[in-house]
């Protein structure tokens, strides 16, 4: 079975600081990861995600993320934040095969103030 | 391509009472994923459906919740005798048949069970 910890529930942040959203997960198998946004009162958007190839990956609004195996995280990174980055952050993961769920993490919040 | 959509947004109803959500896939998805997410967590599945054939189940889907998706297209949950514990945010998604489970998430339909 897979898991995933999300190391911090909140994450206060300035506009136009760095930001880093931890993730580590855990599994027996391959697996691919992913991260989604939830901006307040609307659905989950996929943010970036990790399947094969390449352990940097880049998503949308300016977001990356690292695969480290070794390490069995999927660090979140942004080098300088926006207030509209305020949302809900959650890592997800699942087994490399077609069809299986996903399973997420408790989720992060990251809160942007001027 | 409208996104995934679901209905009602938002449903307030009695104890013991039974309540019916409705998601609409992207057309071309042949996979359906539900899931339940509260307060302060991360999504949690529920059940996945490839077509019309209910594939995998949560042990978070008790007897009295249940789900259908009759011509592989849209998909029901119902809840029978509602308790104040499934009030939650219920999460419909959808994804393509090959490759990677990357989905697509509607906006969710909100219960509140009083």
């Known amino acids: 079975a897979q898991s995933v910890t999300q190391l911090d529930s909140q994450v206060p942040v300035f506009e136009e600081a760095p930001v880093e959203l931890r993730c580590n997960y855990s599994s027996s198998v391959s697996v691919y990861l992913f991260w989604y946004v939830q901006y307040p009162n609307q659905g989950l958007q996929l943010l970036l995600k990790?399947?094969?190839?390449?352990?940097l990956v880049k998503g949308i609004n300016g977001f990356e993320a690292e695969f480290n195996k070794s390490q069995t995280s999927f660090h979140l990174r942004k080098p300088s934040v926006h207030i509209s980055d305020t949302a809900e952050y959650f890592c997800a993961v699942s087994p490399n095969q077609a069809g299986t769920a996903l399973i997420f993490g408790k989720g992060t919040t990251l809160s942007v103030s001027s | 391509d409208t996104g995934v959509s679901q209905d009602p947004r938002h449903k307030i109803t009695k104890r013991g009472q039974n309540v019916t959500f409705r998601c609409d896939p992207i057309s071309e998805h042949n996979r359906l994923y539900w899931y339940r997410q509260t307060l302060g967590q991360g999504p949690e599945f529920l059940t996945y459906?490839?077509?019309?054939?209910?594939?995998?189940k949560s042990r978070l889907l008790s007897d009295r919740f249940s789900a259908e998706r009759p011509k592989g297209s849209f998909s029901t949950l119902e809840i029978q005798r509602t308790e104040q514990g499934d009030s939650a945010m219920y999460l419909c998604?959808?994804?393509?048949?090959?490759?990677?489970?990357?989905?697509?998430f509607g906006a969710g339909s909100r219960l509140t069970v009083l």
């Open positions: 459906f490839q077509n019309e054939a209910q594939l995998e």
């Open positions: 990790y399947l094969s190839g390449s352990t």
């Open positions: 998604a959808s994804s393509r048949s090959s490759g990677a489970n990357v989905l697509t």
